[in-house]
């Protein structure tokens, strides 16, 4: 038996069609199965049909003229012969459809013609004139009225075709004859009546019987296949499931639960739950026989709800860690059949989960806590009451040319030099301290119970030790060193807020020459100023995810004929308490912290998005100029960002004009020189911004192929009066126009300031004195 295909799958319709038909659907799939039941077994009768014709031909032998008999009987062979070819095709070789149909027909014509050859014997016996003769053929009439009701029941018209013209034919007979009996001819029909509705009703009962046992049969193979669908399920999911009868007798087990328990569901059949699950029990209320009480009593799931210890059978084998629900088996509400108890494996997954756990809190490479391990320690500390009366000191340690180790000899060599410095900081504490690698080269210590000086020397101790240390790679030798951030902790401080202190006293005592201690001071100016730095950075990094970043833009007046008109973007940022904050508040703890990749991506996003929509505040604009810092120039990524956003954008490289400083350039002339190539072929052009801040501005101009110079401010602010400026001005215009590039004045901040760019034939003029910058809408 195939299996029903699942509900929704491509075979669904055609199974919903099949299962439930429509009443026409139902009556040709009716006939279609009588019909060919009909051709399976016909036959038979057919055989005995023709039997019978031999004995009652020789039965009129003698009484009737041989020549007639011997062709009546020719003919009804000949008919019977075809009828059993009929049959043998239909049988074998027919396939189910409109052609079975169409040889049902032909069934049918068959039967009435072998039905009508029997007419004759009529004739035969008024010829024959003898008792006999009539009473057999009412004899083989009446047979064949009722004993072919199975034939009725495959397919009743076959049956009426049969019969019908034996009984007509015969009350035509007995009216017909000369010395007829009308009352005889009636009484004929009647009990031909009779005989055939006899045979109606045990038509019907045979098929209501054949009927029933179909079902029963289909029903007990359907039943079948579910039972063997539910075990092969239970067989093969992962969790164990028992069931017993309702006095928590096993009756049977899957696969799993055998490989759980150690126990085969031979060996467990009859025993109590409770002894084939060996639980290793720790609170009475959870114990396995107080969930079985509790499940009979209720009538309801009950699940046990903490892991359990299973033991398996005979003790040898692991213990495991399992969860158990146990459920009522129903036959009604109320009526508890039985018990069925599914077990999980937790084991592994508990053990995962501890995993897990650990790898969360603790650091891969050396073992120690890593950052949220320290903060959960840290944290402990200021909110347990007996601790946080007692001193405690943070120490912060970042490891001195680090850097250097991962360039010269791979990630390997600075690996293991990790490793051995922990080793290395750990001999060194006390009892009750907590060492923790806060990531790359940087590591904290807690001191509990520690003061500030106490603190310090220990730090000395240490920064000592790391300057003695030598780590050998290879065929060379590093000495790392290390600088120390030491601040104490402070109940009414948040977690945040000491780690930040403490990473900044770090970083003075890095700038203040490395290998050294720098121990916090409440008036400490530098600390106070690298704090607030730390505060714009985190404010520059939630404006960031908060999309709190706005564009202005400030128009360039062109001071010569047929020049494009063009506007450069400036960026603002919107406080938390919604106020504007200018760049030069945020940008330079930016910098710091190396947030300008992030914010020139936003910037450079927002800035096309502007180009390509064309506020009405922007029309005529030809070029548009985007600061990018020196951070983004040298972010390796950055390039393949700008050309992306170009093509994601849509907008018009020609249009798009980048401005850098001289310092971005210094710091990495040769990745500077790639960056402008590749975007100057996509029709991007470039500026020069600040030229003639540094000393050797005119020395590195010829090796970068910008198109614009940007004077820097301080030769623009007293150009009026200054006769320096102007020549220095004038200077810098001159070599621009000679290598073909246009020169902007910046800081023009008044009338006459910028009287004077345009006598000294500068291109543009940029200031308050022009335009004063103006958030987009």
């Not at 009725?152 to 075709?161: I, Q």
């Not at 109606?200 to 029963?216: A, G």
């Not at 402990?380 to 120490?395: K, S």
């Not at 301290?433 to 310090?456: H, K, N, S, V």
Request: glycine fraction near 8%; aromatic fraction near 8%; proline fraction near 5%.
């Amino acid at each position: 038996m195939t299996e029903t295909p699942e509900v929704g799958g491509p075979e669904a319709p055609l199974q919903q069609a099949v299962t439930n038909p429509s009443p026409w659907a139902a009556s040709v799939g009716s006939d279609l199965t009588r019909i060919r039941r009909y051709h399976q077994v016909g036959h038979r009768g057919v055989i005995v049909s023709m039997l019978v014709a031999v004995a009652v031909a020789a039965a009129l032998a003698g009484l009737v003229p041989w020549q007639w008999v011997a062709a009546w009987l020719a003919t009804f062979l000949v008919i019977g012969a075809v009828r059993l070819v009929v049959f043998r095709h239909v049988a074998h070789r027919v396939p189910e459809g409109a052609s079975l149909r169409g040889w049902g027909h032909w069934a049918v014509v068959l039967s009435l013609i072998q039905g009508l050859a029997w007419l004759p014997l009529m004739w035969f016996a008024h010829i024959a004139d003898a008792v006999s003769v009539t009473l057999l053929l009412g004899l083989v009439f009446g047979l064949f009225a009722t004993g072919i009701v199975s034939i009725m029941g495959l397919y009743p018209p076959v049956y009426w075709a049969y019969v019908l013209p034996l009984v007509l034919g015969a009350f035509v007979w007995l009216m017909a004859m000369p010395d007829r009996h009308p009352f005889a001819a009636l009484a004929f029909l009647v009990a031909a009546g009779f005989m055939l509705r006899g045979a109606i009703d045990s038509s019907r009962q045979l098929r209501r019987s054949v009927t029933r046992r179909r079902e029963t049969s289909e029903l007990a193979q359907r039943l079948g296949l579910a039972k063997r669908r539910f075990q092969s399920t239970l067989a093969s999911i992962g969790d164990a499931v028992i069931t017993t009868g309702p006095d928590a007798r096993v009756e049977y087990m899957n696969r799993a639960a055998e490989q759980l328990t150690g126990w085969t569901e031979e060996q467990a059949s009859g025993r109590h739950l409770a002894s084939v699950l060996a639980l290793v029990e720790t609170a009475p209320s959870q114990s396995l026989t107080v969930l079985i009480e509790t499940c009979l009593a209720r009538g309801a799931q009950v699940n046990r709800d903490e892991d359990a210890r299973l033991v398996p059978r005979g003790g040898d084998g692991e213990e495991r860690l399992v969860q158990i629900g146990i459920s009522p088996l129903q036959d009604e509400p109320g009526e508890v059949r039985g018990l069925v108890a599914v077990i999980r494996d937790v084991t592994e997954l508990r053990g995962m989960a501890r995993q897990v756990y650990h790898q969360g809190l603790y650091d891969a490479l050396t073992g120690l806590p890593n950052r949220p391990g320290f903060q959960a320690v840290l944290r402990e500390v200021l909110t347990d009451p007996a601790r946080r009366e007692q001193p405690a000191v943070i120490c912060w340690l970042d490891l001195d040319r680090f850097k250097l180790v991962n360039d010269a000899c791979g990630h390997a060599a600075g690996d293991e030099m990790l490793r051995q410095i922990a080793g290395q900081m750990l001999v060194q504490l006390p009892e009750g301290a907590t060492l923790a690698r806060m990531g790359g080269d940087e590591f904290a210590l807690l001191l509990p119970g520690y003061t500030l000086d106490r603190a310090t020397t220990l730090a000395e101790r240490i920064r000592d030790e790391i300057a003695r240390f030598r780590f050998p790679w290879a065929d060379r030798v590093f000495n790392p060193g290390v600088s120390v951030g030491v601040v104490p902790v402070t109940a009414r401080d948040g977690v945040g807020a000491i780690l930040a202190a403490a990473d900044t006293a770090c970083y003075i005592a890095k700038e203040q020459g490395s290998n050294r201690v720098h121990v916090a001071d409440p008036d400490d100016m530098t600390l106070a100023d690298r704090h607030g730095q730390v505060e714009w950075a985190a404010k520059v990094q939630n404006a960031l995810d908060e999309n709190r970043f706005r564009l202005r833009y400030q128009r360039l007046e062109a001071l010569q004929p047929d020049l494009p008109a063009k506007v450069e973007f400036l960026l603002t940022m919107i406080d938390d308490d919604g106020a504007l904050v200018g760049p030069a508040q945020f940008l330079p703890a930016a910098e710091r912290f190396g947030l300008m990749p992030a914010l020139d991506r936003h910037v450079v996003h927002m800035a096309m998005n502007v180009v390509v929509e064309g506020p009405r505040e922007l029309a005529g604009v030809d070029q548009y100029a985007i600061n990018l810092s020196g951070q983004s120039i040298n972010d390796p990524e950055f390039l393949g960002f700008v050309l992306e956003a170009i093509r994601e954008i849509g907008v018009d490289p020609t249009r798009l004009c980048f401005e850098i400083t001289e310092t971005a350039v210094i710091s990495n002339m040769s990745r500077a020189q790639a960056f402008i190539a590749r975007l100057r072929e996509q029709g991007c052009r470039f500026s020069l911004d600040d030229f003639g801040s540094g000393l050797s501005s005119f020395g590195y101009l010829r090796a970068l192929p910008v198109d614009c110079l940007k004077i820097d401010g301080q030769f623009v602010r007293h150009l009026a009066t200054d006769q320096v400026d102007q020549s220095m001005v004038r200077c810098i215009n001159q070599v621009g126009h000679t290598m073909g590039m246009l020169t902007v004045a910046e800081f023009v901040e008044d009338a006459a300031a910028l009287e004077r760019v345009r006598a000294l034939g500068v291109d543009y003029a940029q200031g308050y004195a022009v335009h004063h910058p103006v958030l987009l809408s």
